[in-house]
């Protein structure tokens, strides 16, 4: 998909630079959503097969950041953007970063994954929405960044309480269950950190969606981010 210029001039090889930035990154994103996806579709059916493929794609998350990296410094040495055209350019090495720390979570998940060997609990449906959460607000992330939406920016942060306060809901029904059955600690102990990780990915969603509200106004986010976690970073 082609994304929507916010301040349109002269096409030029600064131009096609700025094309290439965009397009790694929406590559970076696709590859975090399809990452968690894939992490969500395993643990909803116990299947600790797809650990490997998942930690391959952290790999490639990896590879992508290193390529906006680059292009990031060419950019900044050689075109000395300014105004819109700088905000855009700082504000895709920001993203890339958050973008690689999922591709991180998602590497975290797939480890625990592993570690559950396909073990059972009755909670993992509630981990499974805690990321269908996470995962839609990805969704509308990556739309809000190719239509350079920034109302739908504002609304991903101000979701950051909402999957704040269904992580907290999640990780309490956990403890009280290995409360109650001992027998389940095992698996409970790896939702507990695969809970984590997710609620994690809506913080770095977050600090996304603040950098594309930044790069379209100029200014930054008004108000405190609306959390209920104070663990969260």
Known sequence: MTVASATPHTFSKFDQELARLDTLLVAMAHSGREQLGRALSALERGDSSQAAAIRE????????????QSLVIHMLTTRQPVADDLRHVLAALKIATDLERIG?????????LTLMSGAT?????????????????????IVAYEQRDV??????????G?????????????????????????????LHF????????????????????????GVRTAGERPRIDPSAD
């Open 121 to 141: 609990n009755p909670l993992t449906g509630r981990v499974v929405s805690l990321g269908r959460t996470v995962e839609r607000a990805f969704d509308k992330l």
């Open 57 to 68: 794609a952290d790999a490639a998350i990896d590879a992508l950041e290193q390529d906006v």
């Open 162 to 190: 909402e999957i704040d306060q269904e992580h907290l809901h999640v990780s309490t029904a956990l403890s009280q269950q290995m409360e109650r059955d001992p027998t389940t600690i095992g698996s409970g102990v790896q």
């Open 194 to 217: 695969i809970a984590k990780s997710i609620e994690r990915t809506g913080d770095r969603l977050t600090n996304i969606a603040e950098q594309i509200a930044f790069y379209l106004e």
């Open 104 to 112: 991180d979570h998602g590497k975290n998940i797939a480890k625990r």
């Open 151 to 160: 109302a739908a920016a504002h609304e991903i942060w101000a979701q950051d």
